[in-house]
């Protein structure tokens, strides 16, 4: 029997990456947008359904229309979020709360929709799309890493609650795509009468340069793919750049100062 995904923020990047290949290797796609037409076929050759993660109703009635037409959810990898860069003082509570609402409230709805079906199927895997910067503190993007290091740790603490069902619970975390979400980040618009505004922009130019020559996003879909065929996958999969990997190893063996330095200098962060 072909396996059934459901993929979250399936119309752009990484999801639609994702969505693509799965579509290639013979499984049943289902992928969300928050404009999508239930059933509509794209022209990759996966299905879309409409879904909002900010929504409970919306994930909840995604989760059913899908289970109605094939009886079964092999397979949910949660994509959707948003990026925001800022520093944390200019950023605003209601700014935060958007960016939590999407990345962590929207995967856990997920989740919750998902686990009684995969629970009765005694089988199931959950993706969740965490990233580089959820293992870091990155200057001017603290609440998007923070509301990615709660991801980090609630599919942590789920992967041992569920694994007696059957189900597997994976964290990829993803460095530098080339994706469209420069053109998506929310950027705190107290920044631009900011005493960072000026440090900002010049990081904020070098995040934009490190996505633009970022990494394919189907590089993505294969592990997602590959993931999928395993019988015990690994609980974390980094599929950040060299950079990035030997900066998480540094952060494990060095003093918190000295990594703190060697990061403030890749960004030209100037010290007292």
Do not use: W
Not at 37 to 48: C, D, F, P, Q
Not at 55 to 76: C, F, G, M, P, R
Request: glycine share 8%; hydrophobic share 35%.
């Amino acid at each position: 029997m072909k396996k059934v995904a459901f993929i979250t923020g399936g119309t752009s990047g990484i999801g639609k990456a994702i969505c693509t290949y799965l579509t290639i290797k013979g499984v049943q796609v289902y992928g969300t947008g928050r404009l999508a037409v239930n059933g509509e076929i794209t022209k990759e050759g996966y299905t879309l359904v409409q879904c909002d993660v900010t929504n409970t109703e919306s994930v909840n009635e995604a989760i059913q229309y899908i289970i109605k037409k094939e009886n079964k959810i092999d397979l949910v990898v949660n994509n959707a979020g948003i990026g925001m860069a800022g520093s944390v003082e200019d950023s605003e509570i209601e700014e935060i709360r958007n960016i939590f609402n999407t990345n962590v409230a929207g995967t856990l709805r997920v989740c919750k929709a998902v686990l009684p079906s995969m629970r009765s199927q005694k089988a199931g895997l959950i993706i969740n799309i965490s990233s580089v910067g959820g293992l870091m503190g990155l200057p001017y993007r603290g609440v998007y890493s923070s509301s990615k290091s709660s991801v980090e740790l609630l599919s942590e603490a789920m992967s041992m609650e569920v694994m007696k069902f059957g189900i597997k619970v994976v964290l990829i975390e993803p460095g530098d795509f080339k994706t469209s979400i420069n053109l998506n980040r929310k950027v705190s618009p107290n920044t631009q009468h900011s005493i960072y505004k000026e440090e900002f922009d010049r990081i904020h130019e070098i995040i934009n340069d490190e996505v633009t020559n970022g990494q394919n996003p189907f590089k993505i879909g294969k592990l997602v793919y590959k993931i999928l065929l395993k019988k015990n996958p690994r609980v974390r999969y980094n599929t950040g750049n060299f950079s990035s990997k030997l900066a998480l190893v540094l952060k494990r063996i060095l003093p918190t100062r000295l990594f703190e330095r060697i990061i403030m200098n890749h960004y030209n962060i100037k010290r007292k």
